[in-house]
Protein backbone atom coordinates (compact mmCIF):
# COMPACT_ATOMS: atom_id res chain seq x y z
CA UNK A 1 0.00 0.00 0.00
CA UNK A 2 1.30 3.48 -1.12
CA UNK A 3 1.87 5.66 2.31
CA UNK A 4 -0.37 8.90 2.59
CA UNK A 5 0.69 11.95 0.95
CA UNK A 6 3.70 9.79 -1.04
CA UNK A 7 6.40 12.16 -2.22
CA UNK A 8 5.40 14.12 -5.07
CA UNK A 9 7.17 13.49 -8.74
CA UNK A 10 8.37 16.74 -9.18
CA UNK A 11 9.01 20.52 -7.63
CA UNK A 12 6.51 21.73 -9.96
CA UNK A 13 3.55 19.65 -8.93
CA UNK A 14 4.76 20.55 -5.15
CA UNK A 15 4.26 24.15 -6.20
CA UNK A 16 1.03 23.70 -7.93
CA UNK A 17 -0.72 22.16 -4.70
CA UNK A 18 1.01 24.81 -2.63
CA UNK A 19 -0.57 28.26 -4.17
CA UNK A 20 -3.73 25.97 -3.91
CA UNK A 21 -5.93 27.43 -0.59
CA UNK A 22 -5.66 25.18 2.73
CA UNK A 23 -9.39 23.69 2.53
CA UNK A 24 -9.45 22.86 -1.07
CA UNK A 25 -5.68 21.85 -0.92
CA UNK A 26 -6.17 19.56 1.89
CA UNK A 27 -9.27 17.63 -0.42
CA UNK A 28 -7.20 17.63 -3.51
CA UNK A 29 -4.82 16.19 -1.23
CA UNK A 30 -7.08 13.32 0.09
CA UNK A 31 -8.21 12.64 -3.72
CA UNK A 32 -4.52 12.09 -4.57
CA UNK A 33 -4.07 9.70 -2.10
CA UNK A 34 -6.86 8.02 -3.03
CA UNK A 35 -5.51 8.13 -6.65
CA UNK A 36 -2.12 6.27 -5.55
CA UNK A 37 -3.92 4.09 -2.91
CA UNK A 38 -6.26 2.79 -5.91
CA UNK A 39 -3.65 2.23 -8.29
CA UNK A 40 -1.35 0.00 -5.89
CA UNK A 41 -4.44 -2.10 -5.14
CA UNK A 42 -4.87 -3.32 -8.37
CA UNK A 43 -2.05 -4.91 -10.19
CA UNK A 44 -3.83 -4.20 -13.90
CA UNK A 45 -3.45 -0.49 -13.11
CA UNK A 46 -0.02 -0.77 -12.93
CA UNK A 47 2.40 2.25 -11.97
CA UNK A 48 1.61 6.34 -12.36
CA UNK A 49 2.51 8.91 -13.71
CA UNK A 50 2.11 12.41 -11.52
CA UNK A 51 3.00 15.69 -13.75
CA UNK A 52 1.13 18.93 -14.84
CA UNK A 53 -1.67 19.18 -17.11
CA UNK A 54 -3.11 22.53 -18.21
CA UNK A 55 -1.47 23.13 -15.41
CA UNK A 56 -3.36 20.97 -13.06
CA UNK A 57 -1.82 17.75 -11.20
CA UNK A 58 -2.49 14.80 -13.67
CA UNK A 59 -2.49 11.10 -12.93
CA UNK A 60 -2.06 8.85 -15.95
CA UNK A 61 -0.88 5.39 -15.92
CA UNK A 62 2.18 4.04 -17.50
CA UNK A 63 0.73 1.04 -19.35
CA UNK A 64 -0.28 2.28 -22.70
CA UNK A 65 -4.78 1.88 -23.03
CA UNK A 66 -4.79 1.26 -19.40
CA UNK A 67 -6.56 4.55 -17.65
CA UNK A 68 -7.38 7.72 -18.70
CA UNK A 69 -6.12 10.71 -16.74
CA UNK A 70 -7.01 12.41 -13.73
CA UNK A 71 -6.88 15.71 -13.08
CA UNK A 72 -6.88 17.08 -9.49
CA UNK A 73 -7.64 21.26 -9.37
CA UNK A 74 -10.13 24.00 -8.42
CA UNK A 75 -13.36 24.42 -10.78
CA UNK A 76 -14.94 27.36 -11.42
CA UNK A 77 -16.73 27.73 -8.82
CA UNK A 78 -13.43 27.49 -6.08
CA UNK A 79 -14.90 24.10 -5.27
CA UNK A 80 -11.84 21.01 -5.38
CA UNK A 81 -12.54 19.15 -8.24
CA UNK A 82 -11.22 15.59 -9.93
CA UNK A 83 -11.79 16.00 -13.75
CA UNK A 84 -11.48 13.13 -16.09
CA UNK A 85 -11.38 13.56 -20.18
CA UNK A 86 -14.91 14.84 -21.30
CA UNK A 87 -14.97 12.34 -24.36
CA UNK A 88 -15.36 9.33 -21.49
CA UNK A 89 -18.86 8.49 -19.85
CA UNK A 90 -16.85 8.28 -16.07
CA UNK A 91 -18.90 11.49 -15.29
CA UNK A 92 -22.06 10.74 -17.07
CA UNK A 93 -22.42 7.60 -15.66
CA UNK A 94 -21.69 8.31 -12.01
CA UNK A 95 -24.22 10.87 -12.10
CA UNK A 96 -26.53 8.68 -13.56
CA UNK A 97 -25.80 5.81 -10.57
CA UNK A 98 -25.81 8.36 -8.17
CA UNK A 99 -28.25 11.54 -9.00
CA UNK A 100 -28.62 14.03 -6.85
CA UNK A 101 -25.46 13.26 -4.47
CA UNK A 102 -23.05 15.13 -6.08
CA UNK A 103 -22.07 18.15 -8.32
CA UNK A 104 -20.98 17.44 -11.99
CA UNK A 105 -19.92 20.36 -14.54
CA UNK A 106 -21.20 18.51 -17.73
CA UNK A 107 -18.63 15.12 -18.34
CA UNK A 108 -15.38 16.59 -17.22
CA UNK A 109 -15.70 17.27 -13.20
CA UNK A 110 -16.97 16.02 -10.05
CA UNK A 111 -17.00 18.65 -7.20
CA UNK A 112 -15.51 17.26 -3.91
CA UNK A 113 -16.57 19.28 -0.47
CA UNK A 114 -14.16 18.28 1.63
CA UNK A 115 -11.72 16.10 2.35
CA UNK A 116 -13.91 13.84 4.24
CA UNK A 117 -16.02 13.24 0.92
CA UNK A 118 -12.69 12.25 -0.95
CA UNK A 119 -13.21 9.32 1.41
CA UNK A 120 -16.42 8.26 -0.04
CA UNK A 121 -16.62 4.90 -1.17
CA UNK A 122 -18.31 5.97 -4.32
CA UNK A 123 -15.36 8.60 -5.58
CA UNK A 124 -12.80 5.22 -4.92
CA UNK A 125 -15.25 3.49 -7.56
CA UNK A 126 -14.74 6.12 -10.13
CA UNK A 127 -11.27 6.46 -9.45
CA UNK A 128 -10.93 2.56 -10.17
CA UNK A 129 -13.05 2.92 -13.34
CA UNK A 130 -10.92 5.83 -14.60
CA UNK A 131 -7.56 4.02 -14.07
CA UNK A 132 -8.81 0.97 -15.87
CA UNK A 133 -11.22 2.46 -18.23
CA UNK A 134 -9.86 1.07 -21.14
CA UNK A 135 -9.86 -2.67 -19.54
CA UNK A 136 -13.09 -2.44 -19.10
Known sequence: MIPP?????????AER??????PERATLLALRDRIF???????????????LK?????????RPKSGTPI???????G???LFVHCQTTLISDFRA????DF?????????????????DPRLGHLIHRALRYHLG
Do not use: M
Request: glycine share 8%.
Open 71 to 77: RLGVGKS
Open 103 to 119: ICDGTRALFVKDATAAL
Open 5 to 13: NPPFASPEV
Open 37 to 51: ATAAADVAIGTLVET
Open 97 to 100: LHEG
Open 17 to 22: FSAIAA
Open 79 to 81: DPA
Open 54 to 62: WGQPSYQTV
